[in-house]
C-alpha cells in the first residue's frame, strides 16, 4: 500500500504527482537515503558521530531527530509545522511523534487510518521535509518560504 506507507495516494503515484509531493523526502527518510548528513556520509565511511549538520553550529549529528526537533536552522520550518498539528503531536522530541511525522506507523495509530486529522497531518509533515531539503540545497530557509504558509 503506497498511501498508508509512503504518504502518496495511488493516483498520486500513479501520475508521477508523488516527485513534487514530498514523498521522495519522506521515502527517503525511511530507507536511509535521505539528505541529511547521517545518511550521506555513510558511503564514505565517515563514523556517525562525525557526521555533523552543516546548518548550525551545535555539532549535532545530521539526522532526522536533530533536524526535526533541535537544529535552530529549522526554527522557522518547525514553529510553521507547528502551527499545523493538533496538540499531541507538537513534541518534536517525542519518539512516536518523530516516527510519525516520518511516515512511519505511530501516525496510524495516533491519527487513525484515514481521517482530515492525518490527511492534515501528512501533508504538514512533507512541507517541512521538502523545507528542510529545500534549505540545504540552496543554503537559506527562504528558498522554500512558499511552504511555511
Not at 97 to 117: H, S, Y
Request: contains cysteine; charged residues 25%.
Amino acid at each position: 500500500m503506497v498511501g498508508k506507507n509512503f504518504f502518496c495516494s495511488d493516483q498520486a503515484y500513479a501520475s508521477g504527482n508523488h516527485l513534487t509531493s514530498g514523498v521522495p523526502e519522506v521515502f527517503a527518510l525511511r530507507s536511509g537515503t535521505s539528505f541529511l548528513n547521517v545518511d550521506q556520509d555513510r558511503r564514505f565511511g565517515i563514523p556517525q558521530e562525525d557526521r555533523i549538520c552543516p546548518c548550525c553550529t551545535m555539532r549535532a549529528v545530521d539526522n532526522a531527530r536533530h533536524t526535526l526537533a533541535e537544529c535552530p536552522a529549522m526554527d522557522a520550518a518547525r514553529n510553521s509545522l507547528q502551527l499545523k498539528l493538533p496538540w499531541y503531536l507538537k513534541n518534536f522530541r517525542a519518539p512516536f511523534v518523530q516516527n510519525a511525522l516520518m511516515g512511519g506507523t505511530d501516525l496510524e495509530l495516533v491519527c487513525g487510518p484515514e481521517t482530515a486529522v492525518r490527511r492534515a497531518v501528512v501533508e504538514a509533515a512533507k512541507a517541512f521535509w521538502r523545507r528542510a531539503r529545500c534549505a540545504r540545497e540552496d543554503g537559506r530557509d527562504d528558498y522554500c518560504r512558499l511552504e511555511a504558509r
